[in-house]
């Protein structure tokens, strides 16, 4: 015997149901074209200079990826204020570390971090020189002229180390490190640079601040 065909109706949804459903995703389609639209520069700099490179020839320094974000952790500076460690963002960074004591390898590192920015001409006001203190022994007087210019903060061996790395069989005094404007850890140099080498990685800082000149602006806002 034939049974009656059974039916359920389900609810409809309400116009303003219907409304609001459509609004939330229209809210949120808006916000991914809005994110892309605001980190289509930076992804095209990225891109120019990882894959592309015009130059046609391949970076001296060693690439990290991927990249390491700067840690939440607060530095202190000399004179004992305290300081988040991110408001070092929206620079570039050429960043030592060696404990206050500085020695040969810290002063060389020095040195050639402020002839490579000074080299670097009208574009080196994109880029900070940074020494990240590894104790909270006094720094010497004799390194005054040396840090002329340069960010010099306190931060604990431990957090460096979970942050930066050197090279397998290097120590971490020995590098200098890239830290880019969004405050990512992208490149490190080979360990104790010489006048040869550092020529070399002063091209690499060139090639960086190049590609990135579409969105980065000297200064902090």
């Known amino acids: 015997m034939d049974q009656p065909l059974g039916l359920t109706v389900h609810a409809m949804p309400t116009p303003d149901q219907a409304a609001v459903a459509q609004r939330s995703r229209m809210g ?11 980190a289509s520069p930076v992804i095209a700099s990225y ?14 320094g060693e690439l990290i990826a ?3 974000p700067l840690p939440e952790l607060q530095a202190t500076r000399l004179d004992g204020v305290s300081v988040a460690l991110n408001t070092l963002k929206n620079q570039w ?10 020695d040969a390898v810290c002063q060389e590192n020095l ?4 002839q490579m920015r000074e080299s670097l001409g009208r574009e080196k006001d994109r880029m900070d020189r940074v020494w ?3 104790d909270n022994a006094q720094v010497p007087a004799s390194l005054a002229t040396a840090l002329e210019g340069a960010t010099v903060l306190r931060v604990p061996a431990d957090s460096l180390a979970a942050w930066l790395a050197p090279a397998p069989g ?12 969004m405050g990512n850890w992208m ?19 060139e090639r960086l601040l190049r590609a990135s000149s579409s969105w980065d602006q000297p200064g902090r806002p």
């Open 47 to 60: 891109l120019t200079y990882y894959l592309i490179r015009p130059e046609g020839r391949r970076n001296f």
């Open 66 to 68: 991927p990249s390491r």
């Open 93 to 102: 960074l050429l960043v030592s570390v060696a404990p206050a004591a500085c």
């Open 132 to 134: 990240l203190v590894s």
């Open 111 to 114: 040195y050639f971090q402020r």
């Open 170 to 181: 290097h120590q971490l005094g020995e590098h200098l490190y890239v830290v880019d404007p």
């Open 28 to 38: 949120r389609w808006k916000m991914v074209f809005i994110l892309l639209v605001c």
């Open 187 to 205: 490149m490190r140099f080979p360990a104790k640079l010489d006048l040869g080498t550092a020529a070399k990685a002063k091209k690499d800082l």
